[in-house]
């Protein structure tokens, strides 16, 4: 068992260094015209945090060109969309090639643990689910965090308006006077319009990336107002009360449901850390799930059923405002 463990992790980096090896020196080639105008188009962390440390750089190229020689036309388009709502920085090809070896690393570990195909085949769906997880929950707290300062930024946009400003200018003052995710978004819109593309195409780009009900209020509200006329800074600062409204009562609601998701995400939890405690309190006790048939069963059983009840729990605890 052991000399089989070896030989498929000695293959499995084998393979994997022959395929960056071939594949580097297909996506070695950039042009600066190319380089420059991803400068311009990344967002402010990105370029600090490259400058940073080689080797993290030389980690991302590792895993832009993984994923840039496997990576699905289709996958690369939804990825593209959610990794800017989520405002992680990275390439679609980079979390293609960190998805992949998430994989890679399941099967690996869940054959060296488990010594079947069951085990691996189980630990490599996680390692196949964990990262789209990880950018679905990214990509709602960023939307969250962007609902909660909505309702100030219009009141400081409205504010602008008073004084005198255009719409542009008190965008700028958005960007530059609040904190991200905010201050970032309306930062991206400039930068769009200062490239040539319409304020109005602007503003809709963002609502595709923000994916936010209120922002969609805003918007449609903005765009009225450009075609018909009429006092913007009133219509954002109504807008920004009645957001304001909704996201206290939202808080009141998230407070009032606090025990039931707290009781959801302990009863969630629990089984995988008996299952944790009992592997290493008695290893030979646990690993007879994995080894058995009728064992493999029950933990594909009460897998589906735990994946059921946090279903059911998530859906009874929230409550759309």
Not at 141 to 158: D, P, S, T, Y
Not at 171 to 187: D, L, Y
Not at 221 to 243: D, F, P
Not at 259 to 270: D, E, M, N, T, W
Request: aromatic residues 8%; proline residues 3%; hydrophobic residues 50%.
């Amino acid at each position: 068992m052991s000399a089989a463990v070896t030989a498929s992790l000695l293959g499995f980096c084998t393979a994997f260094f022959l395929v960056e090896s071939v594949t580097w020196w297909f996506y070695s080639r950039n042009t600066r015209g190319k380089k420059r105008l991803e400068e311009y188009f990344a967002r402010p962390e990105a370029s600090a945090g490259e400058g940073q440390a080689g080797s993290r750089l030389d980690l991302r190229r590792l895993f832009f060109h993984l994923g840039g020689l496997l990576a699905p036309r289709q996958y690369t388009r939804i990825v593209e969309k959610k990794l800017a709502q989520a405002n992680l920085l990275l390439r679609p090809e980079e979390f293609l090639g960190i998805h992949l070896l998430a994989v890679a690393g399941g099967l690996a570990l869940g054959f060296l643990l488990g010594g079947n195909l069951v085990s691996s085949l189980a630990l490599g769906g996680m390692g196949l689910l964990f990262p789209l997880l990880f950018l679905d929950q990214a990509k709602v707290k960023r939307a969250e965090a962007f609902n909660n300062q909505i309702g100030e930024a219009l009141v400081l946009m409205g504010n602008s308006l008073r004084a005198g400003y255009g719409l542009l200018q008190a965008m700028e003052v958005v960007g530059r006077e609040m904190t991200p995710p905010i201050s970032q978004e309306f930062g991206r819109i400039l930068k769009e319009i200062n490239l040539g593309v319409g304020t109005e195409e602007a503003l809709q780009n963002m609502a595709v990336r923000v994916k936010s009900d209120d922002w969609d209020l805003v918007l449609t509200a903005v765009l009225i107002q450009r075609q018909v006329g009429g006092n913007l800074a009133e219509i954002l600062q109504n807008i920004a009360h009645t957001i304001r409204e909704r996201v206290r009562i939202k808080q009141e609601v998230r407070t009032l449901t606090a025990q039931g998701r707290l009781s959801g995400i302990i009863i969630s939890l629990l089984p995988f850390a008996l299952a944790v405690f009992l592997f290493f309190s008695n290893p030979d006790y646990i690993m007879v799930l994995f080894r058995h048939p009728v064992g493999l069963f029950m933990l594909g059983l009460g897998l589906a059923a735990q994946i059921i009840g946090i279903i059911l729990i998530r859906r009874i605890i929230r409550i759309e405002v």
